[in-house]
């Protein structure tokens, strides 16, 4: 394994100042930081962060062109988008790892964002542990060889 993909959504960006009380106050630097130490050696973390959900689904193509397995955060696109939804379909039909995760627990808060449209077509769904949710993403995807 060479390279990982971690994907993540909109206002993903503004980690360490948009509402600490659920996202913590760790930023983007920091959790790539973070899964670096944890890759394996030779493993190559390609962290990215849009706010544009067309350029989301082209990193969802590269990752099937590539055959990368995924790590993603959809942010606000896990309970709408259906685009994002049959893109990251390409991904686990190729035979690919995704992995969709959440930092805060989707669950717990308001209802509308219990619903995900990415879950069910995920290798896997890990939520609610903060920037370990990425850190079991990544030890789940070293453990499939994939």
Do not use: C, M
């Given at each position: 394994m060479s390279n990982i993909l971690v994907l993540n959504g909109p206002n993903l960006g503004r980690l360490g100042s948009r509402e600490p009380d659920v996202y913590g106050d760790q930023n983007l630097p920091v959790l790539l930081g973070l899964l670096e130490?944890?890759?394996?050696?030779?493993?190559?973390?390609?962290?990215?962060?849009?706010?544009?959900?067309?350029?989301?689904?082209?990193?969802?193509?590269?990752?099937?062109?590539t055959s990368t397995p995924v790590i993603l955060n959809?942010?606000?696109?896990?309970?709408?988008?259906?685009?994002?939804?049959?893109?990251?379909?390409?991904?686990?039909?190729?035979?690919?790892?995704?992995?969709?995760?959440?930092?805060?627990?989707?669950?717990?808060?308001?209802?509308?964002?219990?619903?995900?449209?990415?879950?069910?077509?995920?290798?896997?769904?890990?939520?609610?542990f903060g920037f370990e949710s990425y850190l079991l993403a990544l030890s789940a995807i070293v453990r499939m060889g994939r």
């Open positions: 130490l944890e890759a394996p050696e030779g493993t190559t973390i390609d962290l990215r962060q849009t706010n544009d959900e067309a350029e989301l689904i082209g990193w969802l193509y590269e990752a099937v062109d959809p942010a606000a696109f896990t309970h709408y988008s259906y685009a994002l939804r049959d893109a990251a379909a390409l991904v686990t039909k190729a035979g690919l790892v995704l992995i969709e995760v959440h930092i805060s627990n989707p669950h717990s808060r308001e209802e509308f964002r219990h619903t995900s449209v990415i879950s069910g077509i995920a290798s896997g769904v890990i939520a609610g």
